[in-house]
């Protein structure tokens, strides 16, 4: 017996094509994402190439208030480049092997260098004056793959000086070390040196090339006597600043250091820009700007708001008198105390607010 056989109609064979076309689009949308689903998350590596004491949890910590996770998404080397010239090219050869997506810098110096070697690796650096020392030729509209923080303003030298005198108004002749291969450096000794006569003071220069060049203001002779030394927060003075504190302490000179590390290890008094604040509220904010997308020239540099002076109590330089005169000074000049004890508990610091909007609130256009 034949059965009867099965007509298709054309409604039929039309909504077999179909559910095969839709079945093959699900299938083709499928695998592409069951193969991104097993795609690890790329991982930015981030150098940080410092001198001295890195300011690594304030990096850290603005990275992660950005939403980055270290360990998941970011990586950050820290390179020490302490030593000479020749070292740091082989360190900045190394740290580019590695493929970093950013390079955080921090010291004119290092910067200098970093640019000379690449020009196509964003450096987000935290400097001088930039302008100046031949990075780029506007703080506004920095060209190239550098950006960042510009520290240097001629009114911060003088109020450090400032500052100075009034702690110890009988110095007639106040040192100031000089890093020659640090053009940074050597342009704040110019700033001092325009500085001094308005204060009724002169400067004298010490040029420290190696360690044992530290000694000379503490050891110089009753003619070249210095009332007062400024140290400079660069990476040679960073990394002997307990030997420099002792220094001070036996030969009872006033110091006053440029970085909050100085004060942590014991001296007497600091005056400084809040390295700190900076490297959360720009250079991790730059950081994070760059590794989504952004370029470097399209970021103006920014300088600091925030001036930090701070002091020892319990410093064995005879503290206790200067400190009042200290106080005293932060207050004429407008500054807020802040009380933090001394060492080993922390030290106490001086949050200065004067002149904050008159050289620091935001990027200048030059």
């Known amino acids: 017996m034949e059965l009867p056989r099965r007509s298709c109609s054309g409604d039929g064979k039309r909504r077999v094509v179909t559910k095969l076309t839709i079945g093959l689009v699900l299938l083709l949308f499928a695998v592409p994402s069951a193969a991104t689903a097993q795609q690890p998350r790329k991982v930015y590596r981030v150098g ?31 390179w020490q480049a302490d030593g000479p010239p020749e070292r740091l090219q082989a360190l900045l ?13 921090v010291n004119t110096r290092l910067a200098t260098a970093a640019k000379r070697m690449t020009q196509t690796v964003p450096l987000v650096v935290s400097v001088g004056d930039p302008v100046r020392t031949g990075l780029v030729t506007s703080l506004a509209r920095p060209e190239g793959n550098l950006t960042g923080v510009a520290n240097q303003n001629p009114e911060l030298r003088r109020k450090a000086l400032q ?34 006569p308005t204060l009724g003071v002169k400067m004298r220069r010490f040029d420290v090339k190696e360690p044992a060049d530290l000694e000379r203001p503490f050891v110089s002779t009753a003619r070249e006597r210095v009332g007062g030394l400024i140290v400079p927060r660069e990476g040679i003075f960073v990394a002997h600043r307990r030997r420099l504190i002792e220094l001070a302490v036996k030969s009872r000179l006033p110091v006053l250091y440029t970085g909050r590390e100085f004060i ?62 200290i106080a005293a000074a932060a207050s004429r000049s407008g500054a807020r105390m802040i009380d933090r004890g001394s060492q080993p508990r922390p030290s106490r610091l001086l949050e200065s607010l004067a002149g904050a909007a008159q050289w620091g609130s935001q990027a200048a256009a030059l």
């Open 163 to 196: 500052f100075m005198m009034e702690v110890v108004p009988s110095a007639t002749q106040v040192g100031f070390y000089v890093r020659p291969d640090n053009p940074a450096i050597t342009l704040s000794w110019q700033e001092l040196q325009a500085a001094a």
């Open 93 to 105: 050869t190394d740290l580019l092997q590695l493929n970093v997506d950013v390079i955080v810098v």
């Open 264 to 325: 942590e290890a014991g001296g007497l008094m600091s005056f400084a820009a809040d390295e700190n604040d900076l490297m959360r509220r720009v250079v991790a904010r730059y950081v994070d700007r760059i590794l989504k997308g952004a370029k470097p020239s399209d970021l103006p540099f920014e300088q600091p708001t925030q001036i930090r002076a701070g002091h020892q109590p319990e410093n064995r330089q005879g503290a206790r008198p200067q400190a009042s005169r």
């Open 48 to 78: 940080y190439l410092y001198e001295g004491v890195p300011h690594s949890e304030a990096l850290s910590e603005g990275l992660r208030d950005l939403g980055w996770v270290l360990g998941e998404n970011l990586v950050i080397e820290y």
